[in-house]
């Protein structure tokens, strides 16, 4: 991993000055919104092998929250920005191209796999006993 990272409050900073929350491509859902949006919101993450916006404070410093563009695979750091500024240029684009819609799309393919994971379990168990088999 980067061992400096450069806030762009305090200027360039060793990464033990930061706490690292994880993703921040989810947006929160309105107040009334359906379970399925809020399960999605809470539990539901990518494993990005790869370029991701993550959520870190800089706990040792400013403590402002800040986006860190960063490459799950290289470690690589690639920018840097404060939260407000970044949740502003999300809220600027169209309704299509936000990164939530991204989240939720992806999450409902891993529901489905959650789904079949049943029936899969039922070929497994041996039968008479109803327990699985070793
Ligand atoms: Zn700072």
């Known amino acids: 991993m980067a061992s400096l990272i450069t806030c762009p409050h305090c200027g360039v900073r060793p990464k ?18 359906e379970f399925e949006a809020w399960d999605g919101y809470v539990h539901l993450r990518d494993n990005v092998r790869g370029v991701m916006h993550e959520h870190w404070q800089h706990t040792g410093g400013c403590r402002r929250w800040l986006v860190v563009e960063r490459d799950t695979f ?21 309704a299509g191209a936000t990164t939530a819609g991204k989240t939720v799309k992806s999450a409902r393919p891993a529901k489905a796999a959650t789904a ?4 899969k379990a039922a070929t497994a168990v041996k039968p008479g006993t109803g327990r699985a088999k070793p």
């Open 16 to 33: 033990e000055e930061f706490s690292i929350r994880g993703d921040a491509s989810p947006v929160r859902p309105a107040p009334g919104a």
């Open 74 to 94: 290289t470690h690589d750091v690639h920018s840097v920005v404060d939260a407000a500024d970044y949740s502003r240029s999300q809220a600027a684009k169209p």
């Open 116 to 119: 079949a994971k049943p029936a």
